[in-house]
């Protein structure tokens, strides 16, 4: 299983499908397309939509019947950066290498731009297939819980009360669980659902999604610390010098590794039901875990 | 026909409501929680979602049936208020006679107030109840296209670029027609859709949306020039303070007052299939025409 390969040709399948399901950089007005494109096509890792179609693929179904539902998560991922990149939230110059939506479009068309993304991915979703078990007020519902003030922005709201502050691990989890584990867990449920997943299998997907993201952001946190800004493509340490909580502040590099080694192996598990059908996704944690932390 | 006794009555359903759809204050995280119903639940007149319940009754349907439909609305309408009054948009520091949210919460919150707002109106929605001739996809389509980078969304990104600049009658209107008749429209029309309506009569409710949208638009100019900050319960006279376009200023007020009759009369048209039944909408339009402008 060569996940950099699969990942590649997930991109340019999820490029392709977003470019579709987007308005021309034409459309009247034209600063808005641009502005949503601009960040859409920002070489984004498409991380999370891809998930949406392994899951899709490893529980029986297609990558093509995903697409919607990939395609919906990935304008969601993409708004929650602009809006999170903001002067009055994490206040980043940098994303992905390049200047951030409101130093070259300003803040207030950046503030829009999130918002039609976000209006836009339900817009997506609602042109997946129904099946017999998830019907679109399932999905709708599936995707709206995950983004919203209990989950992707409920985890915001922690991270900016708690900039400053001195905040507890159980704090910090919290906010992990909701601002990175929820959207990707919903990612792959969402996949795993436009196949027709069994509930029981969807549990599964559940478990292995919450792990999975939670792995993920413990990484991350870790890789502001140990790595340049060069190689990020974002201001590394920016988190620590703005006395940010991290999973090293709090815990120490030795055991947020060894955290990012145990989440990794309970999403393993969780996907042991799965047998072969499970190997992409199991390439997925190893890819997350192997990154050079 | 006693409109104002019949939007009372709408308010408090819809009120009642919405405070069950939205999660309580006390949800963790409770700042987001209460800054939303902050805004929510800041004395607002209802309009849009007394026009679907409006609606769906002027097409036989039930107002207790179009509640899903008309509390997604209230909540696209109030954080696209949220968002145009931040600092980085029109900067304002009243609302209803209240601080705006950011004022309150700061701009962080308010921010994610509105991407909450805007996020859990198509949670709702997906709780409305499909008819034979529409289904859940068709319902988030006409939610998500009217509030989106072409309409709601890119109405506010015109306004924002043609401020401090010389903007033609023709770019005011579109303006307008994205700004407020997208979303009055499409109030309408959600809420006969919840009664089943037959494609003609929605395309009737559709020309009577964009005319009664215009019309509560031109009149809104008008009367932001001609009468006070306590009447208004907002800053009056900012738009022209902010040499922002209007109506009057562009057309002045003789031939803004003659614009707001002739599209309360093709409202009134647009009504006509619906004889008796469209007693309550017609009230609305007169209600509109008769505001002290």
Chains 1, 2 share one sequence.
């Not at 093509?64 to 919906?72: D, G, Q, V, W, Y």
């Not at 800004?229 to 340490?237: D, M, V």
Request: net charge neutral.
């Amino acid at each position: 299983m060569d996940l950099k390969a699969y990942l590649g040709t997930c991109g340019k399948r999820i490029d392709r499908a977003l470019d579709r399901f987007l308005p021309r950089a034409t459309v009247k007005p034209r600063t808005i397309h641009e502005a949503m494109r601009y960040s859409l096509f920002a070489g984004g890792k498409r991380l999370s939509p891809a998930l949406t179609l392994a899951a899709a693929e490893a529980c029986g179904g297609e990558a093509e019947t995903a697409l919607p539902a990939a395609c919906a998560v990935e304008c969601i991922h993409t708004y929650s950066l602009i809006h999170d990149d903001l002067p009055c939230m994490d206040d980043d110059d940098l994303r992905r290498g390049r200047p951030t939506s409101h130093k070259v479009y300003g803040e207030g068309i950046a503030v829009l731009a999130g918002d039609a993304l976000l209006t836009i991915a339900f817009e997506i979703l609602a042109q997946a297939k129904e099946t017999s078990r998830y019907k679109m007020p399932a999905l709708i519902r599936e995707l709206a819980t995950a983004s919203g003030s209990r989950w992707l922005i409920g985890g915001q709201v922690a991270d900016l009360q708690g900039e400053g502050k001195k905040i507890t691990g159980g704090e910090l989890k919290y906010i992990h669980r909701c601002k990175t584990a929820a959207l990707l867990t919903a990612s792959i449920r969402l996949g795993a659902m436009s196949a027709n997943v069994s509930p029981a299998k969807l549990q599964n997907l559940t478990d292995f999604g919450q792990s999975l993201g939670l792995a993920f952001q413990v990484i991350d946190d870790i890789l502001d610390v140990t790595q340049t800004t060069e190689k990020l493509g974002k201001t590394a340490g920016k988190d620590v010098a703005a006395t940010k909580a991290t999973y090293p502040a709090i815990f120490g590099l030795e055991r947020s590794r060894e955290e990012a080694h145990r989440l990794t192996v309970a999403a393993h598990d969780a996907l042991e039901p799965f047998g072969k059908n499970g190997a992409t996704l199991r390439a997925f944690a190893d890819y997350l875990l192997m990154r050079d932390y």
